[in-house]
C-alpha cells in the first residue's frame, strides 16, 4: 500500500454522515492531498444496482441473508474499484459507510450471526480496514425522524435501529485507537472541527497509524 489514508463515517440514518464526509473531503483537498469521497452501497455502477435491490421498498420482501450477501458483494466491488486504486495512489479515500454497517444492521439488526457474517465481509473487502472510522452517535428515533421518505431498511422498524446503534458503540469500545466517537447533534461546524483535529496527524504520517 502506497501512503493512501482510509476514512470511514458509521452510525445510524439521520445522523449526518453524509454532510461531515463533504467537509472533511473539502478539507483535506485544501491541504494538498486527492479526496475521494464515496459511499456504501452504490459507489460503483454495479453498487448502483445493488443499492436499489437491498433498498428499495418496491422489492418487497428481500431475505435478510440475501440482503447480507448483496451488501458483500456491493463492497467487494467498491474495494475493488474505488478504494484500493486510490489508497495506492496515496488518497485519501472517505467512505459513507463501510463493514461496520454490515455487521451493525445486518448482524445485530437483522439478529444473525456477527461471527459469520464478519467472516464474509472481511473476504469480500480483503481484510482491508480503514485507518480511523468516525462514529456519529444518536438515538434511532432522532434520526429517523428527520428522514421523510424512508427506504426498506429506514422502514424497518426502531428495534432493528437501536441493535444497530448499540452494536457501533460495542465495536467502538473494542478499538478506540482506531475509533472516533461523536455525539451527531453538537453543531455541524464544531464536529467538523473535531473530526479535522483527529484527522491531521493521519496525512502526515506515512504509515497511516494513528499519532499518539
Known sequence: MAEGVFIVFEGGDGVGKSTQARRLADWVTTQGREAVLTLEPGGTPVGAKLRDLVLNPAWGDVA????TLMYAADKAQHVHEVVLPALRRGAVVISDRYVDSLLAYQGAGRTLEVDRIEQIARWATGDLLPDLTILLDLD???????????????????????????FFLELAGRDPEHYLVLPARTGVRHLADLIRQ?????????DGTLAE
Open 64 to 67: 435478510p441473508r440475501a440482503e
Open 140 to 166: 434511532p428515533d432522532r434520526g429517523l425522524a428527520s428522514i421523510e421518505q424512508k427506504d426498506r431498511l429506514e422502514g424497518a422498524g426502531e428495534d432493528l435501529h437501536v441493535r444497530a446503534r448499540d
Open 198 to 206: 483527529r484527522v491531521e496527524p493521519l496525512l502526515s504520517d506515512p
